[in-house]
């Protein structure tokens, strides 16, 4: 494949279209004119740079195996170059040598894919890839679950302050009688003054003897 995707890319550069007037060439173009022949051009490029990537063993992590990335590029490679040389007017031979070697790079990536194991094997990577691509959408489509409920607020009012209960004072407590001793009698009440009977008031005229 290494070897044909070179010569192709060289290839495309020669004329693939020439236009002659009395056996003299007055016009001619190369592949890289229109579209396909600019996608063809672009594809061999990246099929030369896949293919000396792989020989110098630098690590590439691809999403898929490198049977798969060979399919792929060999399939377009023919499929573009066949476009090209059909739907192009007053094709030379360069034209029929890159559909050629484009053939050749299809061979060569067939011969891959059946070293990988075959075209089963390429169905199930396809097939695994199409599950977790679903997957992933199933994921992105599922919609969140519902956030919790917070819980109400606390009352942060402060209960109503308790009355103050009057305070009684204290009593000196009463020593008990030690046992045997009579108890002392209670101290005499002092007599209260009482007022002296008024005097019944004299007639005029006479004094008190």
Do not use: C, H, Y
Not at 60 to 71: K, Q, Y
């Amino acid at each position: 494949m290494l070897v044909a995707g070179v010569l192709l890319l060289i290839d495309t550069f020669l004329s693939w279209q020439e236009v002659e007037l009395l056996d003299i060439a007055v016009a001619s173009e190369n592949a890289w004119s229109g579209f396909w022949g600019v996608m063809l051009g672009l594809l061999t490029i990246a099929l030369v740079a896949w293919l000396v990537v792989r020989l110098l063993a630098v690590e590439i992590r691809l999403p898929v195996s490198e049977a798969m990335v060979g399919a792929v590029l060999g399939t377009l490679i023919l499929l573009f170059a066949l476009i090209k040389v059909l739907t192009d007017d007053f094709s030379t031979i360069w034209a029929w040598i890159g559909l050629a070697l484009a053939a050749a790079i299809a061979v060569g990536a067939w011969l891959q894919v059946q070293e990988a194991g075959g075209v089963d094997a390429l169905r199930s990577e396809a097939n695994a890839m199409r599950g977790d691509g679903s997957r992933t959408a199933a994921a992105d489509t599922t919609p969140p679950p519902p956030a919790a409920t917070p819980p109400p607020p606390a009352d942060t009012a402060a209960p109503p302050a308790a009355e103050p209960r009057p305070t009684q004072p204290a009593q000196a407590p009463v020593a008990p009688a030690p046992p045997g001793e009579p108890a002392a009698p209670p101290p005499p009440v002092a007599p209260r003054d009482e007022p002296a009977p008024a005097e019944p008031e004299l007639p005029p005229g006479e004094r008190r003897p």
